[in-house]
């Protein structure tokens, strides 16, 4: 704590690791530092953050499900009618190579340990180019305020219906194999409770969305919600598979299925709802999971979803090997007028619902 001058105001400077800074871990610290700070305020000693879990027993709990829980879970990996997620971009470059499959995976697999050559030594296509846009301040409200309404359907799943929408629109394909960046948070175990724990908890999820394209667009984002809501453990246990798991086999016939050539990381409600009352003015955006570049280095489209100041942000990141940037910039064109379409009809049919 400090002063700029003498009659100034004091100034709190806090340095914590980005480990602990994701978005769970900061708002248990936030809450801390309040309630230390309401404490010594009214005059009353300081408790410690008994109630902060440390992160090794997560993380033991976790690798006991990857080798115990999870392998059950395999069937319904291997059971998913892949062919279906074959969409094909119309003018990808036929002048330039993309990232063979094989080296794809060893950039994938190896993506948080920064590599970024494959088993040989070649280096790997890694330059990417982006394209932003903004969905406008009475959207972004109605979007965000669609989980409190409705119990079918999350704002997720209605950013993932105008994904969907827009990729069959250009592609012809409804249904999508993507990459979610998720947090693995949240109550996956009944004996064990991990909203209390400091630490980056974050991880890419593959989700299958089988969407025929004939639905209306509201039903669209509630038939997402309900494929969501049905993987096991909420997904975690691919990844818990993947790279906990002690059985070679399992591991093995993991790496057979196909990777998502999509992905996307929302963070929207993690924003709007982070707390503020310690700052004056709007910050900067805090693009929590920002930085997944090497993770996202084999997906054709890259989806960087956030708030700021009112306004849904969009980020699309794409292989410009795959695509070009008026392929992309069609497809996000198409992508925000779906997602303002199926806002307007979700929000008109709760409004019907409840006047």
């Known amino acids: 704590a400090f002063r700029a001058s003498e009659s100034g105001d004091y100034y709190l400077l806090v340095l ?26 009214a005059g009353h000693d300081v408790n410690g953050a008994e109630a902060v ?9 976790l690798e006991h499900y990857a080798n115990s829980e999870a392998p059950d879970e395999l069937k319904h990996w291997e059971g998913i009618d892949y062919d279906q997620f074959n969409f094909r971009v119309s003018d990808a470059s036929s002048g330039r190579t993309s ?19 494959d088993a040989n030594g070649r280096s790997l296509r890694v330059d990417r180019a982006k394209y932003h846009l903004e969905i406008d301040r009475e959207a972004t409200a109605s979007l965000l305020s669609i989980g409190a309404r409705s119990a079918n359907c999350q704002d997720f799943d209605v950013f993932l219906a105008a994904l969907s929408g827009a990729c069959g629109a250009l592609f012809g394909n409804y249904s999508l194999w993507i990459d979610s960046l ?49 993987l ?28 998502p050539r999509i992905g996307v990381n929302y963070r929207a409600r993690l924003q709007r709802h982070f707390p503020r009352r310690f700052l004056d003015t709007e910050p900067s955006p805090l693009w929590i999971g920002e930085h997944m570049h090497q993770a996202a280095a084999i997906h054709v489209f890259w989806f960087d979803v956030g708030y700021q ?24 064109t198409v992508l925000q007028q779906e997602l303002l379409q199926t806002i ?12």
């Open 344 to 355: 307007n009809e979700i929000r008109k049919i709760s409004g019907h619902l409840h006047p």
């Open 309 to 332: 100041s009112g306004d849904l942000q969009i980020d699309t990141t794409y292989d410009p090997s795959m695509v070009d940037y008026e392929v992309t910039r069609h497809l996000c």
């Open 16 to 41: 914590v690791h980005h480990f602990v800074v994701d978005g769970m871990g900061y708002r248990l610290f936030l809450e801390a530092l309040e309630d230390a700070y309401n404490a010594l305020a």
């Open 53 to 61: 879990q440390r992160l090794s027993p997560w993380l033991k709990r």
């Open 99 to 117: 990232v063979a499959e094989e080296s794809a995976r060893e950039l994938h697999d190896a993506s948080l340990k920064g590599r970024r050559e």
């Open 182 to 230: 998720t947090s693995t948070r949240g109550r996956l175990f009944d004996d064990f409770d991990s909203s209390q724990i400091i630490g980056l908890l974050s991880e890419l999820v593959p989700l299958s969305l089988n969407v025929t394209g004939r639905e209306s667009r509201s039903d669209r984002a509630r038939l997402i919600y309900r494929q969501r809501n049905a």
């Open 232 to 259: 096991p453990r909420g997904g975690i246990g691919f990844r818990a598979l993947k790279f906990l798991n002690r059985d070679p086999a399992v591991r093995r016939r993991l790496d057979r299925l196909p990777l």
